[in-house]
């Protein structure tokens, strides 16, 4: 089989896969011409489970407060009994626990963002498709709640979670906790610090665990269950075990969000109406599909044959952005459909490129099989070029590290993603889809 019609194959399958996932629910029921038809498309959701690996997808389209309707809710942490220097780890460990605490209500994919006016410390938080407000405000603003716990007397070696037995050592006596590096191995590890009192505390249940697990829970959820090496006595513990950086920061955070106890409390509550948002879906929809179908005619009648490969072409990079929104998944909010569509005219302008210099290499007497390739070839510069400026933009609009000094909008963030998204998509379509299609379908004499 030839280079070409794998990749045709390959388009034709993924193709496939994209309009099976992007298909929403329906039923075909009619009784005409003597038919009694009753046939109903359900596709099942994603779900795959390799050893400890699952991944599951719904394949629903994930909307955004803006769409689904929601609640906007603005938290003030109080920062009283929290020293100037912590407060800034405070706010993150909150925000953190928050986040957590949401996604174990079931909420899918939350917008939890932090901000600073003057000396108060404030969090937003926008839950989308929110059905009981005041449970949700209920869960978020509980205090988090860090206790330690041993195996109970009984407990054998094939002890689970539930014979683990609460101790007197909570987050109170936690006074804090750090990465830091092993100085033998260089690996990232986390240290305890813990107050006189939970020093006391923590030096008896270490004298009575020597060999066995202490579990750390917050929120009744376990963190971790190191095994005790040796009895603690100075107040002061590490936590090693083959951490990654990243697992040592989470874990840590995660322990300063019980150790430094920030009570928050509502001063912002707002609900936005599903009414609102299916009302700005519809006009979008409508602006996107009048602009789609005019790129299309426009594009079929100035480059005849090749452009109506360039609109199939188009039509894929649909089909397979869609699918991959629903498999990411991606939180679809207006500012991000805005990208989406913005996009559709960057995959457009990648083919005017191409066909255009085309059209040079045939007017400068090349024969038009090596035209073509040339203008694939030659194109890609400016191609490249243009979208790389176009996804460093993105990058800075999303501030995936977030930089203090970049934006950390979640709508400008969700225009961002969506817009890169289209950009990486579209430089497959334009240069992979595109070409093999004209390959295949040249009805140019070859010369």
Known sequence: MTRKRILLLIIALLTFVSLYIDLP?????????????????????????????RFYRDLEIKKGVDLAGGAHLVFQADMNNIAPSDQLEAIQAVRNNIERRINLFGLAEPV???????????LIVELAGVTDVNQAVDLIGQTAQLDFRELSPEATEAASLDDFVVTDLTGKDLSRSEVQFNPQTG?????????????RKFSDITTRNVDRPLAIFLDEIPLTAPYVKEAIQDGRAVINGGFTLDDAKKLSIQLN?????????????????????????NRSLQAGLIGLTMVILFMAVYY????????IALIIYGLITLALYKLLPVTLTLPGIAGFILSVGMAVDANILIFERMKEE???????????????????DSIRDANSV????????????????????????GFALNLALGVLLSLFTGI????????????????
């Open 25 to 53: 629910p329906f039923r075909l029921k009619t009784e005409r011409f003597g038919l009694n038809l009753d046939w109903q498309f359900s596709r099942p959701p994603l779900n795959l489970s390799i050893g400890n690996f």
């Open 390 to 413: 176009t996804l460093l933009t993105c990058f800075i609009l999303f501030n995936p590290f977030n930089w203090p000094f970049l934006n950390s909008s979640g709508m400008v963030r």
């Open 432 to 447: 992979v889809v595109t070409r093999t299609l004209i390959r295949t379908f040249s009805f140019r004499k070859k010369t």
């Open 304 to 311: 005849g044959w090749k452009g109506i490969l360039a609109d």
């Open 257 to 281: 969000a019980g150790a430094l106890p920030v009570p928050v409390r509502v001063i912002e509550q707002k609900n936005i109406g599903a009414s609102l948002g299916e009302e700005s879906v």
């Open 112 to 122: 939890v963002q932090t901000a600073k006016s003057g000396t108060d410390y404030r």
């Open 362 to 380: 045939i007017r400068w007497g090349k024969p038009y099989n090596l035209a073509m390739e040339l203008g694939f070839g030659r194109a890609w």
């Open 187 to 199: 690996e990232p590890e986390v240290s305890l610090q813990f107050s006189p009192d939970g020093g």
